[in-house]
């Protein structure tokens, strides 16, 4: 079977565009193909979503857990681990392992609370 050319015939609404318009007609689409992604991303995650993010920023799974847990309870799952780590470490000016084993040691999770004011994601 033999596919029919039909390249002519499905370009022809670009065929006038410049290169700077083809440029920019590209990553409008490829925002609009990829903008439900980040929004299910931005909205829907879970704890086995949000362990698997703290593993891989090299917290051990006994460390994770109490984080993770810290966060449920604070009911930021919303704002993700990771973040609220990497958010904790930027406000203390410690590493990102150093805030995250304060949270799973069970310190600083009055800090935590500061960390989004003002709507910050």
């Known amino acids: 079977m033999k596919r029919e050319d039909d390249f002519d015939a499905r370009r022809k609404h670009l065929a006038e565009l410049l290169d700077e318009q083809l440029y920019t007609k590209f990553w409008e689409l490829a925002e609009k193909i990829v903008q ?26 006994v460390e994770v857990a109490p984080i993770v847990e810290g966060v ?34 069970g310190k600083e999770w009055d800090t935590v609370d500061t960390l989004f004011e003002g709507g910050q994601v």
């Not at 439900?36 to 799974?61: H, Q």
């Open 72 to 105: 449920m309870r604070k009911g930021l799952m919303g704002k993700g681990c990771g973040n609220i780590v990497w958010r904790l470490s930027e406000k203390k000016g410690i590493s990102v392992r150093e805030a995250g084993l304060l949270l799973a040691d």
């Open 36 to 61: 439900p992604m980040l929004d299910m991303g931005y909205k829907n995650t879970t704890p086995a979503v949000e362990r698997s993010v703290l593993l891989r920023m090299g917290f051990s799974s």
